[in-house]
């Protein structure tokens, strides 16, 4: 290795620790509002933490250092300077809305970029999943200390959110919907199904005994966690995940649903334990997602939201601005008056991004997704007898269930944008090292 190489890979480490850095915070970010009270010091944390990551590639890059360009750079920096342009759309009441918008979803497209030059080593790849799986763990166990010490505990620090801190399912029953380290009741459950999603994937790229029944109780933890939080979106994409990872998992996949319907089963099992017996309370507004669906009221968030999609695309072709999803969800009040929800917090990602970027935002970013996940596919035809191809299809599943938000939730806006970005960038970046035959020639590596 010359001296150069050497010193290109000491400063991805550095770039792969402070990137790292930068998740864990914004695992642990809801969790620290809450003990704080929602202080101000907590909200620019992150940013800093964001621009760090930014500003090191940045430099990593002036001083010379060889890159790869990953795919779909002029996409990418025509859809980016189409969020710049809508700063002067005329229906933004204000720049700080902009800046408001850009800072909720938009910016975090820079870490495509930053993912592809940090995770070109299998090294790395498999250091993020243990990471998320750790998380996961984490955080499905503080739900179930949450779900433990009860409705007057989630009252007492939970009272700004507490009317959506617990569930009041068909039998009447009061089911809590722990936070855990997240902000919003049930949202530490995004953390809890990809972790869950890595770990088999993980589980399965091991040859000693022990580290597999590891990672599977780990996984098993994680939907326990997921179980726990309520949140049907959740359970979709964990449920879909699953699926996904092992349809395109390739050989072995009897073998590999048994894995997994062991610890899907223990999962279920602790959930009924830690919520009192009230997880059928949980699943009965599920028993008929498409009712669920289709009426009120979450129809005014979800099917309206779809219906609404030709509508904002006639009026605003152009878009209307980025940000009227955030900070505020009634600033198209004066346009629509109280019919408004179907355009602003609704749960249909298409539907926002129409309005705030445009018809021809949506195409640009929609023909990225599909070109990530046509990428993804034809990757997974090769080497499907490396150990390291099933994280590989965990990575990838995962990629999947963030695209089913698009349709039920409110797609990246906050805390999933920066994992649809480095999802990506890995498929893209892995899938180049499979092609180039990398990746199988260090399967022998040892298990950690």
Known sequence: MTPIESAGGSATRRLERVLLLFLTYCAIEGFLKRVTGYAWYIYPVRDILFIVVVGYWVTFRRRGASFDNPPYPRLLSFYLGLVCVEALNPHLPSLFVWLAGVRTSYMYALLYFVAFRVFDTEERVVRLARWIGVIAVITALGAMIESVLGLDWVYRNNVRTFINAVYVGASG???????????????????????????????????????????????????????????????????????????????????RATYILVPAGAAVGLSVLFSRGEISARFQTFETPLVTYLTEPSASQRYYGLVALPRVVSDFPLGAGVGWNAPRQDLLAPYYGEDMIAYAG??????????????????????????????????????????????????????????????????????????????????????????????????AQSDP
Request: some cysteine; overall charge positive.
């Open 173 to 255: 029953a009061w089911v809590i919907r722990p936070s855990s380290i997240g902000t919003g009741p049930g949202s530490a459950a995004m953390m809890e199904y990809m972790g869950a999603i890595a770990l088999f994937g993980l589980a399965f790229t091991h040859t000693r005994a022990r580290w597999r029944i590891l990672d599977l109780c780990g996984a098993g933890l994680a939907l326990g966690g997921v179980l726990l939080s309520a949140s049907r979106v959740f359970w979709l994409q964990a449920a879909v995940g699953i699926v996904v990872f092992a349809v395109v998992g390739g050989h072995g996949l009897l073998r």
């Open 346 to 443: 609704v749960h249909n990602y298409l539907s926002i991004l129409a309005l705030e970027v445009g018809v021809l935002g949506l195409v640009v970013f929609l023909t990225f997704s599909l070109g990530v996940s046509l990428r993804g596919l034809r990757a997974l035809r090769l080497g499907t007898n490396s150990r390291r191809h099933l994280l590989f299809a965990a990575y990838y599943a995962i990629f999947v269930s963030i695209l089913l938000t698009f349709l039920v939730g409110g797609g990246i806006i906050g805390w999933p944008g920066e994992y649809y970005w480095i999802f990506a960038a890995i498929i893209i970046r892995v899938g180049q090292l499979k092609s180039e035959g990398l990746l199988p020639a260090q399967v």
